[in-house]
């Protein structure tokens, strides 16, 4: 029943449980729960305490739902999911238990800063003629005191493997995750890796620069970009992982056309990918696409659940509760953009912004709460 108003909370785009508990007059509960909402207070105290696995498991009944309908196609091929650190909120006030803590150096003196951190991952799929990607936020683990932020990832994979054994064969991360520990671990499930490179001083890095030199490109397209590729396969230099490793480099020419002047500048840019991905598997053209979704999991994930459903809200400052909070906010996310992708024709669909449908719930909660005020008042 919380949970339920919680996901109304997040598709409303409300943005608190004071805001939740003022729609709570709203004849659209009746039809939802049957019952008008609980207090914002009582709201956020169940959610202290409430059972999150119950949250994944419904995250889960979704994605089996949706694989089922077929609605979850890999991308090239593969089944690809990205992971990526996220934190939530910090504060110099008010901690939990759960707090992470950090030394601020400030112009009045250093200051001790609390905040959250949570690894999250994201599964995605390939998009096709008049129908979007859907992209569903699978789970997130929070990150402990002491530990890095691969620690909690494979926490993490190690829970999510369990519970979605053939959800995706590969997993996309940034830099931070070219560490021996995270690339066996997926070799140990036999899943492959595709992570950025950029630590120059690396062994696998200088040799793989080394072979650059004498390597000639070969020209290729990403999007509307000119690009040179480089592709080395069974590199050695990286003895700490279990297989050997292959490096694509991706140099890439694109014009912009900055809004004062408009007059198009031509920009380049560099990407080198390290991954167990074998030639056989992934092209090198794919590697360089798949190397650059790496991005979904801010540019959809984080940016919208924050920006527009206000996932970084505090809603009740306690472990559990946050935790709870945004896997409410996941589930809420992957059944707004599964109802959008699939139960709307698509003339409807195309026709409004994502937005207009959060604008839809949020008048019907507000106008039937103000009718209600008004019938009921003398
Ligand atoms: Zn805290």
Redesign the pocket.
């Known amino acids: 029943m919380v949970v339920k108003s919680a996901l109304v909370m997040f598709w409303a785009r409300l943005g608190s449980l004071h805001a939740l508990e003022s729609v709570r007059e709203a004849r659209f509960w009746n039809s939802w729960l049957g019952q008008p909402p609980s207090s914002g207070d009582t709201v956020g105290r169940v959610y202290s305490l409430l059972e999150v696995e119950a949250l994944r498991t419904g995250l889960h009944h979704l994605y089996t739902r949706l694989k089922r309908n077929k609605a979850l196609p890999g991308l090239g091929g593969l089944a690809v999911a990205v992971i990526d650190g996220h934190e939530s909120h910090a504060s110099y006030r008010?901690?939990?238990?759960?707090?992470l803590e950090r030394t601020i150096h400030t112009e009045q003196g250093d200051r001790l800063q609390?905040y959250?951190r949570q690894v999250v991952l994201m599964l995605l799929s390939e998009g096709g003629p008049g129908r979007a990607a859907l992209r569903l936020l699978l789970d997130l683990e929070p990150q402990r005191g002491g530990e890095d932020e691969v620690a909690a990832a494979l926490r993490l994979l190690e829970r999510v493997l369990a519970r979605y054994p053939r959800a995706f064969d590969l997993v996309l991360a940034d830099g931070l995750y070219a560490q021996a520990p995270f690339f066996n671990f997926l070799l140990g499930h036999h899943k492959h890796a595709l992570v950025v490179l950029k630590d120059p001083r690396r062994d696998l890095y200088q040799d793989a620069f080394g072979l650059f030199q004498l390597t000639p490109p070969q020209s290729g397209q990403y999007r509307s970009r000119d690009c040179q590729w480089q592709d080395l396969e069974d590199l050695r230099s990286w003895p700490q992982v279990q297989v050997p490793v292959r490096v694509v480099r991706s140099q890439e020419r694109y014009t912009q056309r900055p809004q004062l002047t408009r007059q198009p500048v031509v920009r380049t840019t560099e990407w080198i990918w390290v991954t167990t991905l074998a030639t056989i598997q992934a092209s090198t053209a794919l590697v360089v696409r798949l190397g650059h979704q790496r991005w979904d999991i801010e540019n959809y994930g984080f940016n919208e659940i924050v920006t527009d459903w206000n996932c970084d809200h505090v809603y009740r400052?306690h472990?559990n509760a946050?935790v709870a909070f945004l896997l409410t906010a996941f589930l809420a996310y992957n059944l707004f953009h599964a109802f959008l992708r699939l139960n709307l024709k698509p003339q409807r669909r195309c026709r409004q912004p994502e937005i207009f449908w959060a604008r839809l719930i949020a008048a019907e909660l507000y106008a039937s709460a103000g009718l209600v005020a008004t019938d009921s008042s003398p």
């Open positions: 008010r901690h939990c238990s759960g707090c609390y959250h400052h472990p946050i």
